[in-house]
């Protein structure tokens, strides 16, 4: 971390300005609404205590339903230009590792003081927005509320018991009314996911492992795999990062957005089409490729995770970027969205701090907290320090990996490539899912290329895994 300009331990100051704080914010302000009766809930990992948001659902007539996404207030604990806020604007995000979790905010916040945890009312940002049967939102709001997270859920217990596989998860069947309310968001969910993808979002699904122990040995590396439950809280997050962005916009304000522009390589997404008897336009076209995803995953579903993998090492990275007042959004690529940015994750992302920092100012009718040149600065620098962010998981997964296949040097593997350059040739391996480099062989490779490799080398402190091309 340190060798990427990240900070892995707080500073004496942070620290104690984190002990000075005693007990969750409190504000008294009439305009703050008074949400705790309704039904929310949180849904996330089962291990996780940094909540940052609550939804729930209401109907609004007819067949339309208003759902509400609670965002945790965590500006008004951690004020801007104080310590602890330097540190979340030095590392951008939280560092999730194999080895540890390295939280953008001390626990003692993140975890618990504006953690919206089970049962402890709370200051939020509520972002409103009223979805048609059609899964069309067809209005939005933001403004400040009181709640309570009536359930803390996990996202397996609950996937599980939406898909008629399990029973209710012993807090939603504890909480009466909870099972009809879950229900509801998913049924508004599915009607949301089934738009964006009409419109061209992309199905894609990746392989993320995640670290298995048993006690304190390492066991084995498996992805966590969608879910409705999944799908549920990433389809409300994404249309409340959609109403945020344009609320901030119809009050002049300027916004960091999240982007994704149309993909240089798209010629290679084109010939990998090809190759699998599909045409693509030759221009860029979402539309066309989501089509052409949803194909493949009917065609070979086994094998949709590496198109996807190839897919997104193609499309490139998302980056932050400043939206001025008036200015003509890039948009989100993989998203098929003009309008979104990043505002529900305050715990977890300074992006969304800064968000929700614009967004409280533009309710009290109050300035930007940040400059135009201020806000430009923390895009280049939230962009630069989340890609280092992740290369640091990355390094410290392929060192579990490395772990895990140092007994086994000589085995072959079928395997897929994921990047191609000047800095090397890259391939993975389904099981386990992990991912090295090409030291021999590597002529005529490129990204999506199927091969066989055989295992040669692994070093475990540097997270090295060397694979030799084989025929």
Known sequence: ???????????????????AITKPAEDRDPAIRDLRGLLWASIDNDDSRDLDQLSVAEPAGGDAVTILVAVADVDAVVGKGSAIDGHAQTNTTSVYTAAEVFPMLPEKLSTDLT?????????????EMTVGADGAATGGDVYRARVVNHAKLAYDAVAAWLDGAAPAPPRVAAVPGLDAQLRLQDRVAQAMKALRHHRGALSLETLEPRAVFDGDVLT???????????????????AANGVTAKFL???GFPALRRVLRAPERWERIVALAADLGERLPGAPNARALEAFLAARRRADPARFPDLSLSVVKLLGSGEYVLDPPGGAPHGHFGLAVRDYTHATAPNRRFPDLITQRLLKAALATQPAPYTDAELAALARH???????????????????AALLLASRIGERFDAIVTGAGDKGTWVRVLKPPVEGKVVRGVEGLDVADRVRVELVRTDVERGFIDFARVT
């Open 382 to 400: 939230c962009t630069e320090a989340e890609d280092n962010a992740a290369k640091v998981e990355r390094q410290v997964r392929k060192s579990a």
């Open 220 to 238: 084995d590396l498996r992805p966590d795999e969608a879910n409705r439950a999944r799908e549920l809280i990433e389809d409300f997050m994404i």
């Open 249 to 251: 916009e119809a009050r």
């Open 115 to 127: 953690s919206l945890g089970e049962g402890g009312e709370r200051l939020a940002v509520v972002v």
């Open 1 to 19: 971390m340190r060798e990427r300009g990240l900070e892995p331990d707080f500073s004496p100051t942070v620290l104690a300005e984190t002990g």
